[in-house]
T-cell receptor, first 114, second 114 residues
Framework: KAGVTQTPRYLIKTRGQQVTLSCSPISGHRSVSWYQQTPGQGLQFLFEYFSETQRNKGNFPGRFSGRQFSNSRSEMNVSTLELGDSALYLC?????????????FGQGTRLTVV | GENVEQHPSTLSVQEGDSAVIKCTYSDSASNYFPWYKQELGKRPQLIIDIRSNVGEKKDQRIAVTLNKTAKHFSLHITETQPEDSAVYFCAAGARGNAGNMLTFGGGTRLMVKP
């Protein structure tokens, strides 16, 4: 079966711009979680969506937002980009949530802010 | 919130030797402890997990132990091979709707020398 697909794979944006990243989960998975991965901070939780509802949110500023559609695909948006937002953004798909059922990660979107 | 500490940050072993990575967590409500392996340029993949109702779990050369009283858990890899070289992340989470998120440790870069 198809794995978790994230698009685009690479992005270069300028400070102050906004960006939208997409995650298509495995068919049948209703939970999508987003993580930011940086060399200094490791993997940090952004938010989790389940059946179009945000269930959990990490400690990130309001510039980071997300949503989930009825087909379980999820998008995350970052507005007013800052240099520190440069990171690998990973989404994880699972049937019932990452602590209930196995989570599968996408390849990630590498965002560079210049 | 949950805090997960992981040690060591880098580990170099000779092929055939054992490797041990240790993690501690802070939230006694956490009851799910997965380990992920991330090879260079690839997505994190679940290699083993343990829930708080068991103390040890094995899968071929990999084992995880959990001490809930001390709030620590460890990954053991025996008979290491060069293909075990990767970054390993531990994580902790609470099962249930309210806490469906994972908090990750900072990662351990394992290098297996042939």
């Amino acid at each position: 079966k198809a794995g978790v697909t994230q698009t685009p794979r690479y992005l270069i944006k300028t400070r102050g711009q906004q960006v939208t990243l997409s995650c298509s989960p495995i068919s049948g998975h209703r939970s999508v979680s987003w993580y930011q991965q940086t060399p200094g901070q490791g993997l940090q939780f952004l938010f989790e969506y389940f059946s179009e509802t945000q269930r959990n949110k990490g400690n990130f500023p309001g510039r980071f937002s997300g949503r989930q559609f009825s087909n379980s695909r999820s998008e995350m948006n970052v507005s007013t980009l800052e240099l520190g937002d440069s990171a690998l953004y990973l989404c994880a798909s699972s049937r019932q949530g990452v602590t209930n059922t196995e989570a599968f990660f996408g390849q990630g979107t590498r965002l560079t802010v210049v | 919130g949950e805090n997960v500490e992981q040690h060591p940050s880098t580990l170099s072993v000779q092929e055939g030797d054992s490797a041990v990575i240790k993690c501690t967590y802070s939230d006694s409500a956490s009851n799910y402890f997965p380990w992920y392996k991330q090879e260079l340029g690839k997505r994190p993949q679940l290699i083993i997990d343990i829930r708080s109702n068991v103390g040890e779990k094995k899968d071929q050369r990999i084992a995880v132990t959990l001490n809930k009283t001390a709030k620590h858990f460890s990954l053991h890899i025996t008979e290491t091979q060069p293909e075990d070289s990767a970054v390993y992340f531990c994580a902790a989470g609470a099962r249930g709707n309210a806490g469906n998120m994972l908090t990750f440790g900072g990662g351990t870069r394992l290098m297996v020398k042939p």
